[in-house]
């Protein structure tokens, strides 16, 4: 069927209007990946590691050779200098020691000391890599000072040559053999016993192995290998298989063999029912059997150590109390009035500037905001035209979220007395009094006469000036100039 022009055209705008919103999905997604960044972290270097075993506890040199078949806890204790940013997405790397490396795929979370449910980041490494990322949250974003922090990795050791030693009777390793593929928490253990290393005879052969928490023994797993252990203890299996007598009493299993000649090496699993607290499993074997002379007994344990755990914390700034202050310029009297112009500088209790050039307005005056709470004092600059400055300073006290009003009143400046104009030699100057109508420059006027006026004429002296007043009225004063 064909399609008309109109349905052609929607059917390109429909296309086009999801290419547009594909177009603004992956920029989103990518201007986010963009923005992540790493971060500088004090701590989280291969230097900074401190390795203990994980069964004893017992400290050991990162540089010493330690073997692939123990658990060691990798330790790191970690910091943030308060000016680095962090945003949500950023990272920072960890790096483990060469003697180390995870046996196992780890990711967790990282949670805050002060919220175990609240997340600081999250920590992730591959099995058999020397470094590992942790991806922040945006926790760090806010708690921005004082940033601090512990990771604890579960680790083995990389050297594989195994130690030269025959001098056993009996030895117990285990190893996770399966993961939840989501979670990846462990599901399954796989532990390995050996047996009579020198390849002895021996007779009435029982193991008592006992299995820790969190696990269950399965029956079907078992299979015992026969073989030797060579110098390194490293076993060589001949291709021989043998039953031996299986008891099962919840956790303890007992393991019986008629007769050995030769070394065995024997395997089973067991089901990881949960996940302890110290996220470690064990199992505890002891062997007993009759040889050439006298019975011969031996005890060995192991631990499976898996995962890792993390915390960080940080503090919140603590807002500033702060208020508020209103200059207001005025001038003295009875009646004073709004002076705009006059320039002041801020100055806090310790005599430290906090501003400067701040100046009256039309309103006469001004407000500085955001002060934290204290002592200040205003210290005038530039006083008002006309106006004398004000000496001193001004103090006043900020209060937490209050408007504080400071009144700040100057006086005239005083009007400077006239120069004389008569010439210097006549000595009385300003103090003979000069004729009321021989001002300077004025030719004298005749006294009028109005109805009801009488003239007068009165001599005011102020300073080094006269004021004639030619009439005095009935109804009032005429004063001429």
Known sequence: MKENFCQVTMRRIGLLGIVAALVVVFSFIGANSASAKTVAVKGLDAASVTLNEAESGKTVNATDSLSQWVAYKANYKWSIDDATKIEAGDTATVNLPDAVKPAYDYQFAIYSDDDASTSVGEFAIKAGS??????????FVTHDKNR????????????????????????????ISSQDPVTTTPNKATWNIALN??????TNVVIEDTLGEGQKF???SLVAHTG??????????????????????????????????????MTYTADLTEVPASKQWTNTATFSADGSGS???????????????????GDKETPKKTGYVTLIKTSEGYCPKRLSGAVFSLY???????????????????????????????VETKAPAGYQRQDGHVAFTIYDNQMTNVTVKNAKQ?????????????????NTPRPHNTRPGCQPRSPKRTSNCYPYQIQIKRSCWSIPVRQVCSWGFGFFF
Not at 130 to 138: M, R, Y
Not at 149 to 173: C, F, H, R, S
Not at 414 to 430: G, I, L, Y
Request: glycine letters at 10%; aromatic letters at 8%; a negative charge.
């Open 130 to 139: 020397n470094e590992g990322t942790i991806t922040f949250s945006d926790y």
């Open 218 to 220: 399965d029956a079907d």
């Open 228 to 265: 030797s252990f060579d110098a390194n203890s490293m076993f060589k299996d001949d291709g021989g298989i043998i039953k031996p007598e299986i008891t099962v009493d919840g956790n303890h299993v007992t393991i019986k063999f008629a007769t050995l000649t030769t070394a065995v090496n």
């Open 348 to 378: 806090s209790k310790d005599g430290k500037l906090v501003k400067s050039g701040l100046t009256t307005n039309s309103r006469g005056q001004f407000t500085v905001e955001k002060l934290t709470v204290g002592d200040y004092y205003f």
């Open 414 to 430: 005083a009007k400077q007395p006239c120069q004389p104009t008569r010439p210097s030699h006549h000595k009385d100057n300003c």
């Open 197 to 202: 290393p020198n390849s002895n005879h021996l």
């Open 295 to 313: 019975p011969l007994t031996a005890s060995s344990s192991a631990t499976i150590a898996w995962g890792g755990s993390g915390n960080g914390e």
């Open 148 to 175: 601090q922090g512990t990771l604890q990795i579960t680790v083995n050791g990389t050297d594989t040559t195994g130690a030269p030693n025959t001098n056993w009777e009996i030895n117990k390793l285990g190893w």
